[in-house]
């Protein structure tokens, strides 16, 4: 199975700052068909996972433009360009290349 | 609109076999696949399984043996079947679309005598 490893597992933030989230694949995650099924949803506190970009760089209808997602094969990146107090949560990157799918543990952005 | 909805016993007693409805609307069941994921208190996502848009499915390796996927496609809904529950099978299950875009309520589940 593909392990996604995300880096830092905590962040501390203040408002205003810039600050990136890293997932690794423990295999490339091009699929045969040329897409790259990597996403980030984020996880605020009591509600249900949202998602934030999908295909590695695609911003989710309606989410800010402050987020920003780049990477290829196994190294991807989640930046944030000024965060925002509703920014505040956990952030996941799944993986829905390689059957079975996988979440990463996560990474809590917290205020600082 | 898109939605999604969980349904299902709330308490399920260890052994016994859990059984969840995942009801979509604004959407066709044959066009978008939809994932089962699950997450304990306090812990991170965990993904379970997939039913596709034409019926194939896909499970979780350390659940595979004890999870069922199915669907009926006339009355839109996804069917989610796992045997012998033990206690750290509790947490909240979700039902979630295609590309995790649409994501149902959750519905928490207690595993317990």
Same mark, same amino acid.
């Given at each position: 199975d593909v392990v996604l490893t995300q880096t830092p597992p905590t962040l501390s933030a203040t408002i205003g700052q810039s600050v990136s989230i890293s997932c690794r694949s423990s295999?490339? +995650? +091009? /699929?045969? *068909?040329? *897409?790259?099924y990597l996403h980030w949803l984020l996880q605020r506190p009591g509600q249900s996972p949202q998602l934030l970009?999908?295909?590695?760089?695609r911003l989710e209808s309606g989410?800010? *433009?402050r987020f920003s997602g780049s990477g290829s094969g196994t190294d991807f990146t989640l930046k944030i360009s000024g965060v925002e107090a509703e920014d505040l949560g956990v952030y996941y990157c799944v993986q829905?290349? /390689?059957?079975p799918y996988t979440f990463g543990a996560g990474t809590k952005l917290e205020l600082k | 609109q898109v939605q999604l909805k969980e349904s299902g016993p709330g308490l399920v007693q260890p052994s016994q076999t859990l059984s969840l409805t995942c009801t979509v609307s604004g959407f066709s069941l044959t066009s978008y696949n939809v994932h089962w994921v699950r997450q304990p208190p306090g812990k991170g996502l965990e993904w379970m399984g997939r039913m596709r848009y034409n019926g194939d499915t896909s499970y979780n390796s350390a659940l595979k043996s004890r999870l069922s996927i199915s669907r009926d496609t006339s009355k839109n809904q996804v069917f989610l079947k796992m045997n012998?529950?033990?206690? &750290? &099978?509790t947490g909240t299950y979700y039902c979630t679309r295609h590309l995790f875009d649409y994501w149902g309520q959750g519905v928490m589940v207690t595993v317990s005598s």
């Amino acid at each position: 199975d593909v392990v996604l490893t995300q880096t830092p597992p905590t962040l501390s933030a203040t408002i205003g700052q810039s600050v990136s989230i890293s997932c690794r694949s423990s295999q490339s +995650l +091009l /699929h045969s *068909n040329g *897409n790259t099924y990597l996403h980030w949803l984020l996880q605020r506190p009591g509600q249900s996972p949202q998602l934030l970009i999908y295909l590695v760089s695609r911003l989710e209808s309606g989410v800010p *433009n402050r987020f920003s997602g780049s990477g290829s094969g196994t190294d991807f990146t989640l930046k944030i360009s000024g965060v925002e107090a509703e920014d505040l949560g956990v952030y996941y990157c799944v993986q829905g290349t /390689h059957a079975p799918y996988t979440f990463g543990a996560g990474t809590k952005l917290e205020l600082k | 609109q898109v939605q999604l909805k969980e349904s299902g016993p709330g308490l399920v007693q260890p052994s016994q076999t859990l059984s969840l409805t995942c009801t979509v609307s604004g959407f066709s069941l044959t066009s978008y696949n939809v994932h089962w994921v699950r997450q304990p208190p306090g812990k991170g996502l965990e993904w379970m399984g997939r039913m596709r848009y034409n019926g194939d499915t896909s499970y979780n390796s350390a659940l595979k043996s004890r999870l069922s996927i199915s669907r009926d496609t006339s009355k839109n809904q996804v069917f989610l079947k796992m045997n012998s529950l033990q206690t &750290d &099978d509790t947490g909240t299950y979700y039902c979630t679309r295609h590309l995790f875009d649409y994501w149902g309520q959750g519905v928490m589940v207690t595993v317990s005598s």
